[in-house]
Nanobody, 121 residues
């Protein structure tokens, strides 16, 4: 019923920037909390940033001052602007959304398939 699609990943040099996008589609009544997560080759999936439907944000320590999370509720879209990228930022980045499919029902947890970010000289 709900599909999550990430885009915007790619290869960038250290110090460069990328902007990731996440679009939710399908049967959607409302999207609540959203977040970006990442998983490197040798690491568990970790939280990068979250944003509520009201726009309140939280960031992992390593992302503070470099990354900015935002959302457009009218378009069911979420974004992650990544600046001053480091090689250790290399990972698959995943979009997570808590979605109420039908008004008045419980919300569910939905994930995209991820987009690859590679930071290398």
């Amino acid at each position: 019923q709900v599909q999550i699609a990430e885009s915007g990943g790619g290869l960038v040099q250290p110090g460069g920037s990328l902007r990731l996008s996440c679009v939710a589609s399908g049967t959607i009544s409302r999207i609540y909390m959203q977040g970006w997560y990442r998983q490197g080759p040798e690491n568990q999936r970790e939280l990068v940033a979250t944003i509520t439907s009201a726009g309140s944000t939280k960031y992992a320590d390593d992302a503070k001052g470099r990354f900015t999370i935002s959302r457009d509720n009218a378009k069911n879209a979420m974004y992650l602007q990544m600046n001053s990228l480091k090689p250790e930022d290399t990972a698959v980045y995943y979009c997570n959304s808590i979605v109420e499919v039908i008004a008045g029902t419980s919300a569910g947890d939905y994930w995209g398939q991820g987009t690859q970010v590679t930071v290398s000289s």
